[in-house]
């Protein structure tokens, strides 16, 4: 029987594959911290990783044989000092594609919809002075040019309902982006033509601030910007000058640069439209990552590869 290692109190739906091993998991909605993790991991045969998990920490491991990460993104797990203990980390891309897809179109029609500031001035303001033709009007998608920075599996499905919606879809990505899923563009055009622009990169020293006061002011005026990938992408302090001066119209964030924390100018704005982290966050979703990291855990502890190993192991 192995020792199975979950950082977090996730839902259980989806584990049930991993019944003959030995968990240990914090109650639901907490996450062990960092002491209790260091203490606990040297008698753990796998790790579920829900967040962060530095060096330290995995070295701790020395029973580890596979770290599963609960999600497609894994900047939070030092990948390079897995690999230097011989420790595979894997991903679940495929699980997060279609709710995030789902989340970051949804956030584009509440801003340019104006759903979510209508909503809050229903609730605070008398509502007969906001009824009436030609009041408080947002913006129809259909017509208009999405850009995708980052046109990987989740930017892709975002293309294709986009597209579904009749807007134009321009990307640009670090590979070959097929024609059928967006006309591929270089940044430089993809900031001074597309409408609304929504976020799909991973988080890197390449990416960190790609969005800054030079790309702002380098979109068109009014432009909507949607993030559901990380939130080191843009530069928060240049995001809330972009929105006072009125050079962007709206924005639509799931992700900050220091969760749980977000800058409280853009709670204060009601053009933006902010959510929690929650791309992944549905019921079904969260029974097929745990599924998906029970079977790589499995695969591994059998003696198989798993899939999706993202340290090169």
Not at 47 to 54: E, M, N, T
Not at 280 to 295: D, I, L, S, V, Y
Not at 302 to 310: A, D, H, N, Y
Request: charged share 20%; glycine share 8%; proline share 6%.
């Amino acid at each position: 029987m192995a020792t199975i290692l979950i950082t977090h109190g996730i839902p259980t739906a989806g584990l049930e594959a991993l019944e003959d091993h030995s968990i240990m998991m914090p109650a639901p909605l907490t996450a062990y911290s960092m002491d209790e993790l260091r203490a606990l991991i040297p008698s753990a045969d796998a790790v579920i990783a829900g967040g962060k998990l530095p060096g330290d920490v995995i070295r701790a491991g020395k029973r580890l044989k596979v770290i599963a990460n609960y999600g497609a993104g894994y900047d939070g797990v030092d990948v390079a000092a897995a690999a230097d203990c011989g420790i595979p980390v894997t991903n679940i891309p495929w699980t997060v594609t279609q709710p995030t897809a789902e989340l970051a179109i949804a956030l584009m029609l509440s801003v340019s919809r104006r759903i979510g500031e209508l909503n809050l001035r229903l609730r605070r303001e008398e509502p007969a002075t906001l009824f009436g033709m030609g009041r408080l009007m947002g913006n129809t998608l259909s017509g208009r040019t999405l850009g995708i920075i980052g046109c990987g599996r989740i930017g892709s499905r975002v293309a294709q309902i986009a597209r579904a919606l009749d807007m134009r879809v321009i990307a640009f990505g670090r590979h070959a982006i097929p024609p059928e899923v967006a006309e591929q563009c270089d940044l430089t055009t993809l900031l001074a033509t597309a409408d609304v622009i929504s976020l799909h990169c991973p988080a890197t020293p390449e990416t960190r601030h790609l969005l800054n006061m030079e790309a702002f002011a380098a979109m068109k005026d009014g432009a909507v910007i949607i993030n559901t990938a990380r939130g080191a992408v843009i530069d928060h302090a240049a995001l809330v000058e972009a929105l006072r001066s009125g050079k962007l119209s709206g924005a639509g964030l799931d992700v900050y640069p220091d969760e749980p924390n977000i800058p409280p100018e853009l709670l204060a704005m009601d053009n933006v439209v902010c959510t929690p982290h929650v791309g992944a966050n549905t019921a079904q979703t969260r029974a097929q990552m745990a599924a998906a990291c029970a079977r790589q855990i499995l695969d591994t502890l059998s003696g198989k590869r798993p899939e999706s190993i993202v340290n090169g192991l």
